[in-house]
């Protein structure tokens, strides 16, 4: 067998089925939904009297149309509203929990899933959002879906996808200061052009990439998109551990022992094959700001 990249093996682990020239079945293990992409699919759910497949793989909150004031004075666009009230009832329906606007746990989406332990290394993750591609800073393949494909995988917690190449983007050097992971995927752009990562799955990797922070790595990987690459990866190492252990999402005792040997596989083999590799010199950054 060849060796894998952190993709093919992210992506052989979720395959349900696979036939040469059509998209492929994958398997979702966390399924993120917000109130702007969900209504729709959860009508299309209620016409056809179907129930989610596995309420246990989501988690809802909403997170666009919430305010960041008083939030005691109420939603005072209507529109945002009945978005955030359809949802609401839209979980009670389903019986789907939620972290409600008056809830601490509430916050945007793609904060709230890791910081809750709900995004776990190895796992497909999705949401009606395109920035859903941060959780990829814990080796996870994730992506954002349009709202036909919510209905999809609320219905069957699965989703046609077309697999994407691999591209290894590896970034060496100390960064200056005031240099940020925004600035190295700017910097990337810069060379790569706006589409340079259309149909590619990014892995970020090298020595500049291991020193960032989880939350520098979540920045770089939701900014993926920004290059028109369907998603962003890091591997798993120390800090992506120490990172989900205790959060109250996360697997205790013998299964975070189990989970930990596996995360630590999650990594590209030594000689991976990318579609594309392209380096950079994180000394030579500058701030784009």
């Given at each position: 067998?060849?060796?894998?990249?952190?993709?093919?093996?992210?992506?052989?682990?979720?395959?349900?089925?696979?036939?040469?020239?059509?998209?492929?079945?994958?398997?979702?293990?966390?399924?993120?939904?917000?109130?702007?992409?969900?209504?729709?699919?959860?009508?299309?759910?209620?016409?056809?009297?179907?129930?989610?497949?596995?309420?246990?793989?989501?988690?809802?909150?909403?997170?666009h149309n919430v305010p960041t004031?008083?939030?005691?004075?109420?939603?005072?666009?209507?529109?945002?509203?009945?978005?955030?009230?359809?949802?609401?009832?839209?979980?009670?329906?389903?019986?789907?929990?939620?972290?409600?606007?008056?809830?601490?746990?509430?916050?945007?989406?793609?904060?709230?899933?890791?910081?809750?332990?709900?995004?776990?290394?190895?796992?497909?993750?999705?949401?009606?959002?395109?920035?859903?591609?941060?959780?990829?800073?814990?080796?996870?393949?994730?992506?954002?879906?349009?709202?036909?494909?919510?209905?999809?995988?609320?219905?069957?917690?699965?989703?046609?996808?077309?697999?994407?190449?691999?591209?290894?983007?590896?970034?060496?050097?100390?960064?200056?200061?005031?240099?940020?992971?925004?600035?190295?995927?700017?910097?990337?752009?810069?060379?790569?052009?706006?589409?340079?990562?259309?149909?590619?799955?990014?892995?970020?990797?090298?020595?500049?990439?291991?020193?960032?922070?989880?939350?520098?790595?979540?920045?770089?990987?939701?900014?993926?998109?920004?290059?028109?690459?369907?998603?962003?990866?890091?591997?798993?190492?120390?800090?992506?551990?120490?990172?989900?252990?205790?959060?109250?999402?996360?697997?205790?005792?013998?299964?975070?022992?189990?989970a930990v040997d596996y995360w630590?596989?999650?990594?590209?083999?030594?000689?991976?094959?990318?579609?594309?590799?392209?380096?950079?010199?994180?000394?030579?950054?500058?701030?784009?700001?």
């Amino acid at each position: 067998m060849s060796e894998q990249t952190l993709l093919d093996k992210l992506w052989s682990r979720h395959v349900v089925r696979e036939e040469a020239g059509d998209p492929a079945l994958l398997y979702i293990d966390r399924h993120l939904i917000n109130e702007v992409t969900s209504p729709q699919a959860f009508e299309g759910m209620r016409l056809q009297g179907r129930k989610p497949w596995r309420v246990s793989s989501i988690l809802a909150t909403a997170d666009h149309n919430v305010p960041t004031t008083d939030r005691r004075l109420g939603i005072a666009d209507p529109v945002a509203k009945a978005q955030v009230d359809a949802l609401e009832i839209n979980c009670q329906d389903f019986a789907i929990p939620q972290f409600g606007m008056f809830d601490p746990r509430q916050g945007i989406l793609h904060v709230v899933a890791p910081e809750q332990g709900g995004t776990l290394p190895g796992t497909t993750v999705v949401c009606g959002d395109s920035h859903t591609s941060t959780h990829g800073a814990f080796a996870a393949l994730a992506f954002g879906i349009g709202t036909s494909d919510v209905e999809q995988v609320l219905a069957t917690q699965c989703l046609l996808m077309k697999k994407p190449a691999a591209m290894l983007v590896r970034v060496d050097g100390q960064l200056a200061p005031g240099v940020s992971s925004k600035d190295i995927v700017l910097a990337l752009i810069g060379q790569i052009g706006t589409s340079g990562g259309t149909g590619y799955a990014i892995e970020f990797s090298g020595a500049s990439i291991r020193a960032l922070s989880m939350e520098a790595r979540m920045t770089l990987c939701n900014m993926a998109i920004e290059a028109g690459a369907r998603c962003g990866m890091v591997a798993v190492d120390d800090k992506t551990i120490a990172y989900i252990h205790g959060r109250p999402m996360a697997p205790r005792g013998a299964d975070w022992d189990a989970a930990v040997d596996y995360w630590r596989t999650l990594v590209s083999d030594t000689d991976a094959r990318f579609g594309r590799v392209v380096e950079l010199d994180a000394s030579a950054i500058r701030p784009m700001v």
